[in-house]
Nanobody
Framework: QVQLAESGGGLVQPGGSLRLSCVAS????????MGWYRQAPGKQRELVAR???????NYADFVKGRFTISRDNAKSTVHLQMNSLKPEDTAVYYC?????????????WGQGTQVTVSS
């Protein structure tokens, strides 16, 4: 089992910035694909950004160059820098860790951190 601890959420004005962090309790963090997902009220959970163990990055279209995902394997941490935040970004943001092996796939979720963008 891998525990994921998210932090950095909060209330911010439109146009503001937040930096989310997620620390994973595994010594093989470097082998996991790490991602950020979000879920707004009444909507399905959606991918925000993802970075693979090889460093490949995918962003959702709605990021529009505003968000940056990064990972620090030495600290078993993944970050999501969010700039130019909009009210539509309001959601619970979840950290995800995924490891696929020949024996199966292993996925873990954090508890989530609330991001509220409002004037």
């Amino acid at each position: 089992q891998v525990q994921l601890a998210e932090s950095g959420g909060g209330l911010v004005q439109p146009g503001g910035s937040l930096r989310l962090s997620c620390v994973a309790s595994t010594t093989i963090f470097r082998l996991y694909t790490m991602g950020w997902y979000r879920q707004a009220p009444g909507k399905q959970r959606e991918l925000v950004a993802r970075v693979t163990s090889g460093g490949r990055i995918n962003y959702a279209d709605f990021v529009k160059g505003r968000f940056t995902i990064s990972r620090d394997n030495a600290k078993s941490t993944v970050h999501l820098q969010m700039n130019s935040l909009k009210p539509e970004d309001t959601a619970v943001y979840y950290c995800n860790a995924d490891l696929t092996t020949v024996q199966g796939a292993y996925g873990y979720w954090g508890q989530g951190t609330q991001v509220t963008v409002s004037s």
